[in-house]
């Protein structure tokens, strides 16, 4: 399972996150504002004007749902292979379910991407990737409290992006691997919630309406985030407002992955690995258990 999951990370999720191009947006918004010649132009403009720029939901749902359809039936095609072939084996279905969900998480960050450009961000540059995977364990959240610990997330990790000279500080590497560790968390989270729905052989339509539902509560999950962020950044509002008091019982938030802990664990790790270079010791046990199995 994990060696198909990964494989299937690296040539699906990430080109489907960065396949919204900027010039796209950028030509559809100049038919209306002649002045817009970069992404980030668009943020000059009113959330009402940007909000004309967005693009229908529906062709992407409807395919996501299609494809859910399409694996689904290599996991539950084992009562008509049955009688055949002896069933689907095992590594068959934990294949089927694995590219699924990597499907399932493209289709969700080329909701993110196209959502992002309409307000002017980037989802190519690598601030901007961590910030879409953190959209996405919202989207993904199915609790209350799981909602909350994800937009409480997105806020230090906003507020965090606002301090510029921190973040120009924080060297590409430390981001690219925050965003490895982020996606590869949000992946295995959702591949087990696909395993749930399978096992039970439910059936074709239920993947299939679960992918497509995971989509479009993707697309609107995005929405809300990058218009809060849009009018924060307009008007000044500080992104520590967006934040709930977290409930009281911390287990209730499903394991949500949170970008910013996650970015905060690799800079530890980064910072720890360079001390014991300079000092010319190893580093402790389990910080250094951590940096070889990574």
Not at 256 to 280: C, K, N, P, W, Y
């Amino acid at each position: 399972m994990e060696k198909a999951f990964d494989g299937a990370m690296a040539v699906t999720f990430r080109p489907a996150l960065r396949s919204v191009r900027p010039t796209a947006m950028i030509n559809r918004a100049q038919e209306r504002h002649p002045e817009i010649g970069e992404l980030s132009d668009l943020r000059s403009l009113s959330l009402a004007d940007c909000d004309k720029l967005r693009r229908s939901r529906a062709g992407l749902t409807v395919a996501t749902a299609a494809e859910g359809g399409g694996s689904s039936l290599a996991v539950t095609g084992a009562e008509i292979a049955t009688t055949v072939s002896g069933g689907t084996t095992a590594a068959v279905a934990f294949a089927a379910i694995a590219a699924d969900t990597t499907a399932t998480m493209a289709a969700m960050g080329r909701a993110i991407g196209t959502v992002a450009s309409t307000y002017g961000y980037d989802v190519r540059d690598p601030e901007e990737e961590l910030f879409a995977l953190g959209v996405m364990s919202l989207a993904s959240a199915g609790t209350l409290t799981g909602k909350t610990s994800a937009m409480a997330s997105l806020s230090r990790l906003t507020q965090q992006m606002m301090r510029q000279a921190t973040w120009r500080q924080m060297r590409r590497n430390v981001l690219v691997k925050a965003i490895d560790s982020t996606y590869k968390a949000l992946g295995f989270k959702l591949t087990r919630r696909k395993l749930a729905q399978t096992v039970p052989v439910a059936g074709v339509l239920l993947n299939a309406s679960v992918n497509a539902g995971l989509v479009n509560q993707t697309f609107k999950q995005a929405e809300a985030v990058y218009r809060l962020r849009f009018l924060s950044q307009k008007y000044g509002i500080d992104p520590a407002e967006w934040r709930r008091e977290q409930a009281e019982d911390p287990s209730d938030n499903e394991g949500v992955v949170r970008a910013d802990e996650e970015l905060e664990r690799v800079m530890e790790m980064t910072r720890s690995e360079e001390a014991s270079r300079i000092s010319g010791s190893r580093p402790p046990g389990p910080v250094r258990e951590s940096l070889e199995s990574s």
